[in-house]
């Protein structure tokens, strides 16, 4: 870690830290129905869409209408991005069935998962309408399902947590779309294309033949980062000079991943009256993120440039890499898979832990909320009375939901891994690397896939039907298992009332920033421990002692 | 539920997959054609010779080179080696690349490569190199074209972009506008 490098990360942090409040603030009032100076613009067509789907705005929904719109949504996407795949005139590579239905499950998912690579294998059209146009739909349902949480935590005795509609369209019109026009624009001027030309043939300088692959990139590179989604235009995503041309559209591509989930700690203080509390989780996420970087930092200083490009070297990749693994964006500027053995073991550890420092785009909220609420169980259960957040009481019932949605994650991604390290199905992947990098491959895979994220150790030939329906199968239980687990919590907690009361945790000091740390940590290790040594740890002492 | 999922997501997907593009289309062909187009640079005959965002193979000595491509600088694809960091191909590659390096700049056996020399890119179509990697190439560069080696080292110094701000990014040199700019600036008499 050099000197410039520190000052990116620090220079990074403090943008992200200075938009907590505004972004927060802006939320909130889209949520809550406020006026902003966009209304007359997009209230017309907000107003349109509604007469069109028949939606009464007035209308809110119980937890359990709320999630039933959310997997129908996201079933309407997969199906319709189904439909486009499948009906694209086929190009180099071609979208078999199971290729299209991960690829469909993975971008109505926010996963993006890239099984292809997207200049071989994907039409102009489809990239647009059916890819940037899932980036926008799967992220707005994101984003819709956080604040809904974040309602029924704010809420007292109430049987409604919002309504899902309103939500979705609100989250597109006044939040995706107008900050996509604005970063799309900005990202063209710092040399994203924006063509539909054919691929421009060429005699290089030395006399060479040249093919280069061209597109309408600038209108998929923001919201891919925006709604924390990542799948990349061509196949080197992030690293592609296309796609993120120079640093400064890198530091750009980094801020609206991080930018909304931060924000959202804002806005979570502003509906539940507890602002400090919203400041706690923030601080947790710098921290965590802070030592994700000093941690990727460090083993890097073995790194090599295999893999990165010049333009970001070390510092730029290992910040990237660290942003999108926390923002469950899979959009990496550098080859995930030649980072050193540590480096990419805090890839995976932030993945690992729910993606919760900023995280997803409204799942990244939750997420912390949950270890939060688990860490005061924990120190509920020392001091011996039944913990409360925010004033509501954690019962059996609230603590069961929490529990599941802690333990969904190693019970789908550890099984589907020694699933794949058994099978020859699995092991035929391994086409790249072997060895405990090899585990790490597959893990990162399975891991990736659930915290929908979509980054990958590329070295793995996932283009396989047994990738693609295992992999597929992680997706869909990262996306809608915990989205539908945190919305009935969210819908059991507005039921409950808040009580007055003394004695409790307080959830707005530093010591229970520590706690919420804590738990995150130690229930992480105690996890995965045994992968975490079997792949990363024995690469990293292999490469230290010099054993090929 | 089933009216609205299906209309809300055409209805969506229209606006965000037909109308969005079309605007930031609109936008890119009034105000930065050039950019919009894939920042396409013509020789000083007019001639397109490549994007100056994507890196392209270099093999004449009186070009500087990029760095090595796991994509051999085919910009209809692009990608890495996804070799990891105690694969023995890995290991294999970095000694070729380095023993060409060497080999191509008359270096000698135990000279000490930059980074960026002996390493494939992410994207395979990596534009830039180092500074370092530019500075062991400019005596090659210079005998080839019977120029003087401090005329080739004042072209490659004017040539290296800085980091933004001074922390974003690191310094970087676009090979194919040096090459450009050494063509025009040199031209044999």
């Given at each position: 870690m050099t000197f410039r490098g520190v000052g990116q990360d620090i220079l990074f942090l403090l943008i992200v830290t200075a938009l907590v409040r505004p972004t927060g603030t802006y939320l909130a009032l889209v949520f809550t129905g406020g006026r902003t100076w966009l209304d007359p613009i997009v209230q017309p067509i907000e107003r349109a869409l509604y007469r069109l789907a028949r939606v009464d705005a007035a209308l809110e929904m119980t937890w359990a209408e709320y999630a039933t719109a959310f997997v129908i949504f996201g079933l309407a996407g997969t199906l319709a991005l189904y439909a486009i795949l499948r009906g694209q005139a086929p190009l180099a590579t071609p979208l078999t069935p199971d290729l299209a239905a991960n690829t469909a499950i993975s971008f109505s998912t926010t996963a993006t998962w890239q099984a292809y690579a997207g200049e071989t294998t994907m039409r102009y059209p489809t990239q647009l309408v059916g890819l940037a146009g899932q980036n926008f739909l799967a992220g707005a349902a994101g984003l819709a399902v956080g604040i809904a949480f974040v309602r029924g935590l704010a809420r007292d005795g109430a049987m409604t947590i919002g309504n899902f509609w309103v939500d979705v369209v609100r989250a597109v019109l006044w939040v995706l779309l107008p900050l996509s026009v604005v970063g799309g624009i900005a990202l063209m001027v710092l040399g994203v294309p924006m063509n539909f030309d054919a691929y421009t043939h060429v005699t290089t300088l030395d006399g060479a033949a040249q093919t280069i692959a061209q597109g309408p990139v600038a209108a998929l590179e923001f919201i891919k980062q925006l709604g924390t989604n990542g799948g990349g235009f061509f196949n080197a995503n992030g690293a592609h000079p296309y796609e993120n041309p120079t640093p400064l559209a890198n530091f750009v591509e980094m801020l609206a991943i991080a930018g909304l989930p931060a924000g959202l700690t804002y806005t979570f203080g502003r509906f539940t009256g507890r602002g400090r509390d919203g400041w706690v989780l923030y601080g947790v996420m710098v921290a965590l993120f802070g030592a994700g970087l000093v941690a990727a930092h460090s083993a890097e200083r073995r790194g090599t440039m295999e893999g990165k490009?010049?333009?970001?070297?070390?510092?730029?990749?290992?910040?990237?890499?660290?942003?999108?693994?926390?923002?469950?964006?899979?959009?990496?500027?550098?080859?995930?898979?030649?980072?050193?053995?540590?480096?990419?073991?805090?890839?995976?550890?932030?993945?690992?832990?729910?993606?919760?420092?900023?995280?997803?785009?409204?799942?990244?909220?939750?997420?912390?909320?949950?270890?939060?609420?688990?860490?005061?169980?924990?120190?509920?259960?020392?001091?011996?009375?039944?913990?409360?957040?925010?004033?509501?009481?954690?019962?059996?019932?609230?603590?069961?939901?929490?529990?599941?949605?802690?333990?969904?994650m190693p019970l789908v991604v550890l099984p589907l891994t020694a699933l794949a390290v058994l099978t020859s199905a699995g092991l035929a992947g391994l086409t790249t690397n072997g060895g405990p990098h090899g585990l790490t491959e597959i893990w990162f895979a399975y891991t990736s896939a659930f915290a929908n994220n979509g980054q990958a150790f590329a070295g793995l030939n996932a283009n396989t039907s047994f990738y693609n329906a295992t992999t597929a199968a992680a997706m869909m239980a990262g996306r809608f298992a915990l989205g539908v687990i945190a919305l009935a919590l969210a819908g059991t907690l507005g039921r409950s009332r808040r009580r007055a009361t003394d004695g409790d945790v307080p959830t707005d000091t530093l010591l229970f920033g520590g706690v919420i740390i804590g738990t995150a940590l130690i229930v992480g290790a105690l996890t995965y421990a045994p992968p975490l040594v079997l792949g990363p740890i024995v690469e990293h002492a292999r490469m230290v002692s010099g054993v090929p | 539920m089933l009216w609205p999922a299906v209309s809300l997501t055409?209805?969506?997907?229209?606006?965000?997959?037909?109308?969005?593009?079309?605007?930031?289309?609109?936008?890119?062909?009034?105000?930065?054609?050039?950019?919009?187009?894939?920042?396409?640079?013509?020789?000083?005959?007019?001639?397109?010779?490549?994007?100056?965002?994507?890196?392209?193979?270099?093999?004449?000595?009186?070009?500087f080179h990029g760095r090595p491509s796991a994509v051999g600088y085919d910009a209809a694809g692009s990608g890495a080696s996804n070799l990891g960091p105690t694969s023995p191909q890995l290991a294999d590659s970095m000694a070729r690349y380095a023993e060409r390096f060497r080999a191509a700049n008359s270096l000698a056996l135990g000279a000490v490569l930059p980074p960026d020399a002996v390493t494939a890119s992410g994207s395979g179509l990596d534009p830039d190199i180092s500074p370092e990697d530019a500075a062991l190439q400019i005596r090659r560069v210079a005998l080839a074209r019977g120029a003087r080696v401090d005329r080739v080292a004042i072209v490659v110094a004017a040539h290296v972009t800085r980091p933004t701000l001074g922390v974003i990014g690191e310094p970087r040199i676009n090979v194919l506008r040096l090459n450009l700019a050494l063509d025009s600036a040199l031209t044999p008499r």
């Amino acid at each position: 870690m050099t000197f410039r490098g520190v000052g990116q990360d620090i220079l990074f942090l403090l943008i992200v830290t200075a938009l907590v409040r505004p972004t927060g603030t802006y939320l909130a009032l889209v949520f809550t129905g406020g006026r902003t100076w966009l209304d007359p613009i997009v209230q017309p067509i907000e107003r349109a869409l509604y007469r069109l789907a028949r939606v009464d705005a007035a209308l809110e929904m119980t937890w359990a209408e709320y999630a039933t719109a959310f997997v129908i949504f996201g079933l309407a996407g997969t199906l319709a991005l189904y439909a486009i795949l499948r009906g694209q005139a086929p190009l180099a590579t071609p979208l078999t069935p199971d290729l299209a239905a991960n690829t469909a499950i993975s971008f109505s998912t926010t996963a993006t998962w890239q099984a292809y690579a997207g200049e071989t294998t994907m039409r102009y059209p489809t990239q647009l309408v059916g890819l940037a146009g899932q980036n926008f739909l799967a992220g707005a349902a994101g984003l819709a399902v956080g604040i809904a949480f974040v309602r029924g935590l704010a809420r007292d005795g109430a049987m409604t947590i919002g309504n899902f509609w309103v939500d979705v369209v609100r989250a597109v019109l006044w939040v995706l779309l107008p900050l996509s026009v604005v970063g799309g624009i900005a990202l063209m001027v710092l040399g994203v294309p924006m063509n539909f030309d054919a691929y421009t043939h060429v005699t290089t300088l030395d006399g060479a033949a040249q093919t280069i692959a061209q597109g309408p990139v600038a209108a998929l590179e923001f919201i891919k980062q925006l709604g924390t989604n990542g799948g990349g235009f061509f196949n080197a995503n992030g690293a592609h000079p296309y796609e993120n041309p120079t640093p400064l559209a890198n530091f750009v591509e980094m801020l609206a991943i991080a930018g909304l989930p931060a924000g959202l700690t804002y806005t979570f203080g502003r509906f539940t009256g507890r602002g400090r509390d919203g400041w706690v989780l923030y601080g947790v996420m710098v921290a965590l993120f802070g030592a994700g970087l000093v941690a990727a930092h460090s083993a890097e200083r073995r790194g090599t440039m295999e893999g990165k490009e010049v333009r970001f070297g070390i510092n730029g990749s290992v910040l990237t890499a660290v942003t999108t693994s926390n923002g469950a964006t899979g959009s990496t500027n550098a080859a995930d898979d030649s980072l050193t053995p540590l480096a990419g073991a805090v890839l995976l550890i932030n993945m690992l832990l729910g993606e919760i420092a900023f995280g997803g785009l409204g799942s990244g909220i939750y997420s912390i909320l949950m270890v939060a609420m688990l860490g005061l169980f924990v120190t509920g259960l020392m001091v011996g009375r039944t913990p409360h957040y925010l004033g509501k009481p954690l019962r059996s019932v609230e603590m069961r939901l929490i529990v599941l949605y802690t333990i969904v994650m190693p019970l789908v991604v550890l099984p589907l891994t020694a699933l794949a390290v058994l099978t020859s199905a699995g092991l035929a992947g391994l086409t790249t690397n072997g060895g405990p990098h090899g585990l790490t491959e597959i893990w990162f895979a399975y891991t990736s896939a659930f915290a929908n994220n979509g980054q990958a150790f590329a070295g793995l030939n996932a283009n396989t039907s047994f990738y693609n329906a295992t992999t597929a199968a992680a997706m869909m239980a990262g996306r809608f298992a915990l989205g539908v687990i945190a919305l009935a919590l969210a819908g059991t907690l507005g039921r409950s009332r808040r009580r007055a009361t003394d004695g409790d945790v307080p959830t707005d000091t530093l010591l229970f920033g520590g706690v919420i740390i804590g738990t995150a940590l130690i229930v992480g290790a105690l996890t995965y421990a045994p992968p975490l040594v079997l792949g990363p740890i024995v690469e990293h002492a292999r490469m230290v002692s010099g054993v090929p | 539920m089933l009216w609205p999922a299906v209309s809300l997501t055409v209805a969506l997907m229209l606006l965000t997959g037909v109308a969005y593009p079309a605007l930031l289309y609109a936008v890119g062909l009034i105000s930065i054609p050039w950019t919009a187009g894939g920042s396409l640079v013509r020789d000083p005959s007019g001639r397109i010779v490549g994007s100056a965002l994507i890196g392209q193979p270099f093999v004449s000595t009186r070009y500087f080179h990029g760095r090595p491509s796991a994509v051999g600088y085919d910009a209809a694809g692009s990608g890495a080696s996804n070799l990891g960091p105690t694969s023995p191909q890995l290991a294999d590659s970095m000694a070729r690349y380095a023993e060409r390096f060497r080999a191509a700049n008359s270096l000698a056996l135990g000279a000490v490569l930059p980074p960026d020399a002996v390493t494939a890119s992410g994207s395979g179509l990596d534009p830039d190199i180092s500074p370092e990697d530019a500075a062991l190439q400019i005596r090659r560069v210079a005998l080839a074209r019977g120029a003087r080696v401090d005329r080739v080292a004042i072209v490659v110094a004017a040539h290296v972009t800085r980091p933004t701000l001074g922390v974003i990014g690191e310094p970087r040199i676009n090979v194919l506008r040096l090459n450009l700019a050494l063509d025009s600036a040199l031209t044999p008499r």
